[in-house]
């Protein structure tokens, strides 16, 4: 499970916890690991009744609901601080890859959308905690800072790069 807090745009700026985050990899030396990842997240803001003037000639009086959804993915490297051999296994990691947002404003039964490419890298520190002394089945805990690329523009919102921060609980295997 992924909380995700967008911040420095103005499509929307509302925390959310719609999102998730998937990675598998495997350690080459007893520290350092290489895998892949997949996450996303979801945020909204609801914009009141304001008068949008979409031409020289035309205007629009509506109120909206944004939507924001990011879907990174690529390659996650990570860097153990401890020995393996502990219950909690703290880490960093640094997550490198491409980022798909999709921009959307729900105006009365109408979506209005902007798809788009960003480059997206994000670090992390977090750490495991084991529950069995095989160390195969244990609970995750991360907060992360991520930044992408992407531009795009819905009507009367925009983004110029995308900043988030936030945090993950999940299981680890």
Do not use: C
């Amino acid at each position: 499970w992924q909380f995700n807090a967008p911040f420095g745009n103005d499509f929307t700026n509302q925390a959310s916890g719609w999102g998730a985050n998937f990675e598998g990899g495997m350690f080459f030396t007893p520290r350092v690991g290489v895998g892949l990842f997949l996450s996303y997240s979801t945020n909204h803001k609801y914009i009141p009744t304001k008068t949008l003037v979409t031409s020289t000639n035309s205007a629009l009086s509506t109120n909206q609901e944004r939507s924001m959804f990011q879907l990174p993915f690529g390659v996650a490297a990570r860097i153990r601080l401890m020995p393996s051999n502990r219950i909690f296994d703290p880490y960093v990691s640094l997550k490198l890859g491409a980022e798909y947002v999709q921009l959307s404003s729900y105006i009365s039964t109408y979506n209005i959308y902007n798809r788009n490419w960003g480059f997206y890298m994000s670090p992390e520190i977090g750490t495991n905690i084991w529950i069995t002394n095989q160390k195969n089945v244990g609970f995750n805990a991360s907060v992360y800072y991520s930044l992408a690329t992407n531009k795009g523009k819905v009507l009367d919102g925009h983004i110029n790069q995308l900043n988030n921060i936030g945090f993950r609980v999940g299981l680890a295997f």
